[in-house]
């Protein structure tokens, strides 16, 4: 089936600990997104990159790092610098070309600090 | 970043009621979405709006994208309760290029009692 797969659906961060989410899609979809969800409110923007090799900031970057070295691929690092981490993480995608796409998400991870 | 102003915040209505959602922003926006997230898992897209006075419908929703690009509406006819979640709308401001950068609301918690 196509779909964006997000992965661990749980995870627990140590103090000072770096922890790397993983996005996967197989809808070929060039652009993907990663945004932050806390409780009673909208999803914040942390990253995004429109293509292979590319990524701008988002609102929240700040304590965050992401790669994209494969189209279908997009993972997040949360570092150490990321005071407060614990949130529900949601990663999406869409389709660049043509008329505008919609954003499609994954099921989310949710960080939690130990 | 900037947010949309959604309201209600909340709604607790008996089965069977009507439902209207609205969200607003001071800036003209050339898409609006609604999305529905349960809980623990990822928004799901309901309806996608790209013109202004766009009137649309997807079973016993209908949202419409406000005449001044600035507002748009959804309303959920004869609610049942597999229509508890959090209803999101988003938007792409006018002039954000192809990024497909959205913002988002704060969400409406839908309760639905039996």
């Known amino acids: 089936d196509g779909g964006i797969t997000q992965s661990p659906k749980y995870l627990f961060r140590k103090e000072g600990q770096n922890v790397t989410l993983s996005c996967e899609q197989n809808?070929?979809?060039?652009?993907m997104y990663w945004y932050r969800q806390d409780p009673g409110q909208g999803l914040r923007l942390i990253y995004y990159?429109?293509?292979?090799?590319?990524?701008q900031k988002g609102d929240i970057a700040e304590g965050y790092s992401v790669s994209r070295e494969k189209k279908e691929s997009f993972p997040l690092t949360v570092t150490s610098a990321q005071k407060n981490p614990t949130a529900f993480y949601l990663c999406?995608?869409?389709?660049?070309?043509?008329?505008?796409?919609?954003?499609?998400f994954g099921d989310g991870t949710r960080l939690s600090i130990l | 970043g900037q947010q949309l102003n959604q309201s209600p915040q909340s709604m607790f209505i008996q089965e069977g009621e009507d439902v209207s959602m609205n969200c607003t922003s001071s800036s003209i926006f050339n898409t609006w979405l609604w999305y529905k997230q349960d809980p623990g898992e990822g928004p799901v897209l309901l309806i996608a709006l790209y013109k202004a006075g766009e009137l649309t419908s997807n079973g016993r929703l209908t949202a419409q994208f406000g005449i001044t690009r600035k507002d748009s509406f959804l309303n959920i006819s004869a609610s049942i309760p597999s229509d508890v979640g959090i209803y999101f709308c988003a938007g792409q401001r006018a002039g954000s290029g192809n990024t497909g950068k959205l913002i988002f609301g704060q969400g409406t918690t839908l309760q639905v009692k039996p």
């Open positions: 809808l070929n979809h060039d652009a």
């Open positions: 990159s429109q293509i292979v090799n590319d990524f």
């Open positions: 999406a995608s869409r389709e660049r070309a043509g008329h505008y796409q919609p954003q499609h």
